[in-house]
């Protein structure tokens, strides 16, 4: 089994910042990349940023400059570090992680997480 685990939503003033974490555990071989979404009601989900194994980063337009996605790959873990942040960036955040959970296993599984609300208030 595999589980994403997210934590460090909350609510923060605009202008503020806060930091997500995502740690990814279990029966993991590989995960090549890792990724932040979100959804605000009665939108579709949308990605904020992802980051490959190599360190890569790519972002939506609306969040360059403001985030920052990294990854500590000894701990399956990613983060977004968002800051300046707008009454826009008001949604649930979820963590996602395409991963090969055996060498042995060529197969990429979709993993993710549970969802972290985080809401800015102006």
């Known amino acids: 089994q595999v589980q994403l685990v997210e934590s460090g939503g909350g609510l923060v003033q605009a202008g503020g910042s806060l930091r997500l974490s995502c740690a990814a555990s279990g029966s993991i071989f590989s995960i090549n990349v890792m990724g932040w979404y979100r959804q605000a009601p009665g939108k579709q989900r949308e990605l904020v940023a992802r980051?490959?194994?190599?360190?890569?980063?790519n972002y939506a337009d609306s969040v360059k400059g403001r985030f920052t996605i990294s990854r500590d790959n000894a701990k399956n873990t990613v983060y977004l570090q968002m800051n300046s942040l707008k009454p826009e960036d008001t949604a649930v955040y979820y963590c996602?992680?395409?991963?090969?959970?055996?060498?042995?296993?060529?197969?990429?599984?979709?993993?993710w997480g549970q969802g972290t609300q985080v809401t800015v208030s102006s």
């Open positions: 996602n992680a395409p991963l090969r959970r055996h060498y042995s296993d060529p197969r990429t599984y979709d993993y």
């Open positions: 980051i490959t194994i190599d360190g890569s980063t």
